[in-house]
T-cell receptor, first 110, second 114 residues
Framework: NAGVTQTPKFQVLKTGQSMTLQCAQD?????MYWYRQDPGMGLRLIYY???????DKGEVPNGYNVSRLNKREFSLRLESAAPSQTSVYFC?????????FGSGTQLSVL | GENVEQHPSTLSVQEGDSAVIKCTYS??????FPWYKQELGKGPQLIID?????GEKKDQRIAVTLNKTAKHFSLHITETQPEDSAVYFC?????????????FGQGTRLTINP
């Protein structure tokens, strides 16, 4: 039982490059989320998808786009990466109220 | 929007002693309050949660208390062990269209000294 799987685990980008972070869950959860974690700031919500076919902005959506590909998969795209987007990114899913997190993607933008 | 403040940012206790981490929230409409434990290099893991219609919940050595009037909630760990060393996060939310938009505190780094 894998839970929430994120790829890649590590990534280094140059300013202006684009990339997509992938997330998949095997718990048949309706809702999925993308958070970023920065030192001293906890986790902040970027985007979420309450159900398949819907997406909504969270607290810090600027510079990101998302796609809810199907019930299992929720991707996060950086169209033109900036150094301010250096962070650890976590995907999560929930069936009712409990959120389950993946192991994270450490992203560095140089 | 919701704002969650967490204290202390670091906490060091002797093995076997108790540890208490406190959080305050701003939005009285919040009704769900989970606590997460994060070990180095891993994602946050849910350890206990409480809903606003309950004042206290306990699970073995871990307990959470909620004071809705004062808008604060606390995590209590008794008989601490070395494996309790980690970063702990509190969060608050209210369900929206089936989703939980958790707002997290800044985290507490707990160190258990042998």
């Amino acid at each position: 039982n894998a839970g929430v799987t994120q790829t890649p685990k590590f990534q280094v980008l140059k300013t202006g490059q684009s990339m997509t972070l992938q997330c998949a869950q095997d718990m048949n959860h309706n809702s999925m989320y993308w958070y970023r974690q920065d030192p001293g700031m906890g986790l902040r919500l970027i985007y979420y998808s309450a159900s398949e076919g819907t997406t909504d902005k969270g607290e810090v959506p600027n510079g990101y786009n998302v796609s809810r590909l199907n019930k299992r998969e929720f991707s996060l795209r950086l169209e033109s990466a900036a150094p301010s987007q250096t962070s650890v990114y976590f995907c999560a899913s929930s069936g009712a109220e409990k959120l389950f997190f993946g192991s994270g993607t450490q992203l560095s933008v140089l | 929007g919701e704002n969650v403040e967490q204290h202390p940012s670091t906490l060091s206790v002797q093995e076997g002693d108790s540890a208490v981490i406190k959080c305050t929230y701003s939005d009285s409409a919040s009704n769900y309050f989970p606590w997460y434990k994060q070990e180095l290099g891993k994602g946050p893991q849910l350890i206990i949660d409480i809903r606003s219609n309950v004042g206290e919940k306990k699970d073995q050595r871990i307990a959470v208390t909620l004071n809705k009037t004062a808008k604060h909630f606390s995590l209590h760990i008794t008989e601490t062990q070395p494996e309790d060393s980690a970063v702990y996060f509190c969060a608050a939310s209210m369900g929206i269209q089936g989703a939980q938009k958790l707002v997290f505190g800044q985290g507490t780094r707990l160190t258990i000294n042998p």
